[in-house]
């Protein structure tokens, strides 16, 4: 993943140095040939933990499964969204790990005494989601609510977004060029002469 | 030929501090007419190939707009007598970079109208307010507005809509996307007219840029093709080719020194790795943005300006206006992909200036929108629009609908200019430099958010009109908390003791201090301030060649 991730590097440096040289800038097949790049790197995402044990990130996987669960169509878990909430807490985010395990500490509490499990992800879903109801409004929850959605979101070379997961759910196209028209109503616009 | 080089401890013509939408300008004109220039730019140099899609790098890591992650922390009070607390995020959002907000901006090129530049005559003062008017007409700045629209390529179509110009767009419109149609659609319905809307983006190949290829990721974000017409890809590179202009980037000006005579002499700035450097000017035009300014202004007091830089009148910082924004998102049936190409294409202004009958000042403009800018996880972390659902299936299958199915009808309004809304430096909080950070201190005059809530009304009636199935409306009912039009803290005026730059844009107090940015507008205008930004600043490096010529500086 590495050596990929620094060869993207240096080849977006060297159309940028291109585009740096001369008033001229990228042409539509450099950029067809820069994403197609990227999504290669894309696909190496990461299948290794590297800041959560394993026990945490069952735990927080259980989390973030109530938050986009599966159901008819794949959840946080289908779409890796723990391998980026490992990924950001190991690196933009380092902050935040300490409050979180915290936070997961306090909910396993919650579980002990109120279901006398202290695994959350033994829980029922039912009781995951009452558990999850109380602490709504506290920063623990506020937090795995954000990394779980940046994490079904982001750009799979995060290690969420697995097979676009998070992007088919929402019926986004990720593509570096369009032609109009866009949607329905400006192709019926363009079909009547409107 | 290559970028000029000049040596610090002999003086340049010019210093330029900031690269934006009105130092970029600044830079080729003065460059072009011969004039040594060095341009001084906190941000990196950014190209085409450098920027992504990448959503969480850009809009959750402060990639282009610093706030406290990159140690550059922000304050925000309401009121005067109030505490201002850190925000995460920046209160005051501008983009870090040569072509400063032009890079990541939507792209709106709206010109003001020729009410904006007299309404305080026309419509009458304001009572507790600083509402003036202009020391300019419309008819002054107008050909400057052109020259804004053929020097940078703006696309649009000129009609009735449009106020007095000379000469035509230089490009066609952008195609319009399935929101504008929309309301388009809902103006024909409710009487009103739908135009166009002007932008800074290229329909069709441009001075050597090519056109837009609608990928999405437009505001917010850089164009990975140059098809957006920031000042980084058509004044910077302009102004490196004629020789005469050195461009430094990672240089984040610290104070502007002055002579013993009382003129502006020396601009003092911090490399990246901390070094200070000093280069000295023959005189300096400080492009900073209108909180960037004001604050280097601030920073730059000395015993001859106690109270900063060119503050005699006391002005500096004051009627910090960020434009009244709204928004109203409705559902509808079919898609309308507002993930594809760019932020907005038709615009209605029938209510630019409100009756007065309303009881209440104001006025503006909607545009056709998506919704969270089109952006997956913006919309995802908003919650369920329409299922109010915030997390669980019901917030799952909401979005699934929502993300394709939204077109947001948004309003663009006026501010009112108040002494008690300003940009001044905290007294406690500290930037990664150890230079006081910004502080913000705002509370909108109950009219701006009279006119929010008229402006609102008014799209969900659109709405209803083609028909959404669902709607919701929103806007800052308790008034905003930040903006990134940042206007008004250096404003323009005839009288010395009430403004602080004069109708070219110079220092009141310094002869060869000029402020150009957003703090020169003295009203707010209808909620797209950047044209008018580049077009004063056309003007104002016009004059400063003509006085430079006459010995005048």
Redesign the interface.
């Known amino acids: 993943m590495n050596d990929i991730q620094i060869t993207r590097r240096l080849f977006l440096q060297k159309t940028a140095d291109a585009a740096r040289t001369s008033l001229f800038v990228l042409s539509l097949p450099t950029i067809m040939t820069s994403s197609a790049f990227a999504s290669e790197a894309m696909q190496m995402a990461s299948t290794t933990l590297s800041v959560l044990n394993a026990d945490e990130a069952l735990e927080f996987t259980a989390i973030a499964a109530r938050i986009i669960p599966t159901d008819e169509t794949p959840g946080a878990t289908e779409a890796g969204v723990i391998y980026f909430i490992d990924h950001v807490l190991g690196t933009s985010r380092t902050e935040a790990l300490a409050p979180m395990r915290e936070g997961l500490s306090a909910l396993q509490a919650q579980a002990q005494s109120t279901y006398g499990i202290a695994t959350f992800s033994s829980l029922q879903p039912e009781q995951q989601d009452a558990l999850l109801t109380a602490i709504e409004d506290t920063a623990f929850f506020g937090t795995m609510r954000y990394m779980t959605i940046a994490g079904m979101f982001s750009l799979p070379e995060y290690g969420g977004n697995r097979n676009h997961a998070g992007w088919d759910l929402i019926g986004f196209d990720h593509a570096h060029v369009w032609s109009p028209p866009f949607g329905f109503y400006d192709a019926e616009y363009m079909a009547k002469g409107e | 030929m290559a970028q000029a080089s000049y040596p610090t401890r002999e003086p340049v013509d010019f210093v330029v501090i900031g690269s934006g939408a009105a130092g970029g300008i600044m830079a080729k004109e003065l460059s072009t007419a011969g004039f040594s220039v060095v341009v001084l730019e906190q941000g990196p140099y950014l ?4 920027f ?5 790098a850009v809009t ?2 402060e990639e282009l707009v610093w706030g406290s ?1 990159k140690g550059h922390p922000q304050t925000f009070r309401r009121y005067e007598h109030e505490k201002a607390e850190i925000v995460q995020g920046a209160p005051l959002g501008y983009a870090h970079n040569v072509g400063g907000s032009t890079v990541h901006f939507s792209g709106n090129l709206w010109r003001l109208h020729p009410i904006d530049f007299m309404e305080a005559s026309v419509r009458g003062t304001i009572a507790g307010t600083n509402f003036a008017d202009w020391p300019i007409t419309y008819e002054e700045l107008e050909p400057y507005y052109t020259k804004v629209d053929w020097e940078i390529g703006v696309s649009g179509l000129a009609g009735p809509w449009d106020p007095p110009r000379s000469r035509d767009y230089p490009l066609p419109p952008m ?8 309301m ?1 659609r809902a103006a024909k319905a409710m009487g009103y007219t739908a135009f166009p809307a002007p932008v800074a983006i290229l329909s069709k190949a441009f ?4 056109a837009c ?4 990721f437009c505001n917010g974000f850089g164009c ?3 098809a957006k017409s920031s000042t980084a ?1 058509t004044m910077i ?2 102004a490196l ?1 004629t020789g005469n202009c050195e461009l430094r980037t990672g240089c984040t000006v610290s104070r502007i020194n002055t002579d013993d005579a009382g003129r502006a002499n020396e601009v003092v700035y911090w490399l990246e790795d901390g070094t200070e450097q000093a280069q000295l000017a023959k005189a300096v035009v400080l492009c900073a943005n209108g909180a960037e300014t004001p604050r280097l202004l601030f920073l730059s007091e000395s015993a001859k300006f106690p109270d900063g830089l060119a503050n005699s009148s006391g002005m500096v910082g004051k009627n910090l206006m960020f434009n009244g924004s709204t928004s109203a998102a409705g559902l ?1 049936p ?8 760019i932020a907005t294409t038709r615009v209605i202004q029938d209510f630019y200036s409100i009756d007065p009958k309303h009881g209440f000042y104001g006025g503006g403009g909607i545009d056709s929108r998506s919704l969270s800018r089109g952006l ?2 913006a ?3 908003r919650g369920g629009v329409f299922s109010g659902a ?4 019901d ?2 299958r909401g ?2 609908r929502e ?2 199915h939204t077109a947001s009808f948004n309003g663009h309004t006026t501010s009112l200019p108040l002494s008690t809304n300003n940009v001044t430096l905290d007294p406690d909080v500290k930037d990664k430099w150890g230079r006081p950070a910004l502080r913000t201190t705002f509370m909108n005059h109950p009219d701006d958010i009279a006119t929010m809530k008229f402006f609102t009304d008014r799209s969900m009636e659109m709405l209803d009109a083609v028909g959404a199935i669902q709607k919701v409306g929103s806007y800052a009912e308790t008034g905003q908390t930040g903006g990134v039009h940042l206007l008004g803290t250096c404003r323009m005026g005839n009288d010395p003791a009430t403004s602080v730059v004069d109708k070219y844009n110079r220092s009141h107090d310094v002869p060869n201090l000029f402020m150009v940015d957003g703090g020169s507008l003295v009203t707010s205008g209808r909620g797209q301030p950047t044209m008018t930004i580049m077009a004063l600043a056309f003007r104002a490096a016009d004059h400063i060649i003509q006085a430079a010529g006459r010995n005048d500086i």
């Open positions: 190209h085409p190939g450098d992504t899609h990448d959503e969480w959750q890591n992650r195609p319009v996307k399935s929101a504008g149609v929309l388009e001075n050597g840029r090519p290829i609608h990928c999405g990975e093709v140059a890809v590179p302009q080719l509808f079919e898609e309308i992909n507002g993930h594809k190409s997956p996880m919309a995802a972390m915030t997390w669980g299936s917030f799952k979005l699934a993300f394709t």
